[in-house]
């Protein structure tokens, strides 16, 4: 590999991990909704219950990668704060449905008005991008994610095979 292209794919990879960490770092932060403060992972939860209501918290926990306790918690703060409710499942009382409660829907709109108007400033922010540019960096992604991806799945199964090996 040519030096050039070996100091572009490692200047690369340096603002890979720059996004990375402005999107931790983002992620933890509160964000101000309408009247309400959330954070991030929090918005996700309702901007997924607004989509499907009556989804269950195991269908979140599937959806969002967590643990069902994890997203419980996250469910049990949101009731706390009137914004979502939990109903018995007719069918099946064992299971409960979720709903945003009226609150819960306000805060909805607000969060996907904050959303447009990120994606807003964004988009203006690439607006200079031909369509083409736009094109290549999204085949640069995807090859990124593939490697991603591998490195993952690479990880997962050295877990697998050292829990396999303790005693």
Same mark, same amino acid.
């Given at each position: 590999?040519d030096k050039?292209?070996? *100091?572009?794919l490692?200047? &690369?990879?340096?603002e890979?991990?720059? !996004?990375?960490a402005?999107?931790? $770092?983002?992620?933890s932060?509160?964000?101000?909704? #309408? @009247?309400?403060? &959330?954070?991030?992972?929090? #918005?996700?939860?309702? *901007?997924?219950? !607004?989509?499907?209501?009556?989804?269950?918290?195991?269908?979140? %926990?599937n959806i969002?990668?967590?643990?069902?306790?994890? /997203?419980?918690?996250s469910?049990?703060?949101l /009731?706390?704060? #009137?914004?979502?409710?939990?109903r018995?499942n007719?069918?099946?009382? *064992?299971?409960?449905?979720l +709903?945003?409660t $009226?609150e819960g829907e %306000?805060?909805? =709109? !607000?969060? $996907?008005? +904050? @959303?447009q108007t /990120?994606?807003k400033?964004?988009?203006?922010?690439?607006?200079h991008?031909?369509?083409e540019? &736009?094109?290549?960096?999204i085949a640069?992604? =995807?090859?990124?994610?593939?490697?991603?991806? #591998?490195?993952?799945q *690479?990880?997962?199964e050295?877990?697998?095979?050292?829990?396999? $090996?303790e005693?």
């Open positions: 590999m050039r292209r070996q *100091r572009l490692k200047l &690369l990879w340096a890979q991990d720059k !996004a990375y402005l999107m931790e $770092e983002y992620d932060l509160p964000h101000h909704y #309408g @009247n309400y403060i &959330l954070f991030q992972a929090e #918005g996700y939860i309702i *901007r997924l219950i !607004a989509s499907y209501p009556g989804i269950t918290v195991t269908d979140l %926990a969002l990668k967590k643990t069902t306790s994890a /997203c419980s918690q469910v049990r703060k /009731c706390d704060k #009137g914004l979502v409710e939990q018995r007719p069918t099946n009382k *064992r299971l409960y449905n +709903f945003l $009226e %306000a805060l909805s =709109k !607000a969060h $996907e008005k +904050f @959303n /990120c994606q400033i964004t988009f203006n922010l690439l607006s991008f031909t369509e540019e &736009l094109e290549h960096h640069v992604q =995807k090859k990124l994610n593939e490697a991603y991806q #591998g490195d993952i *690479r990880s997962r050295n877990f697998l095979n050292m829990r396999k $090996e005693p």
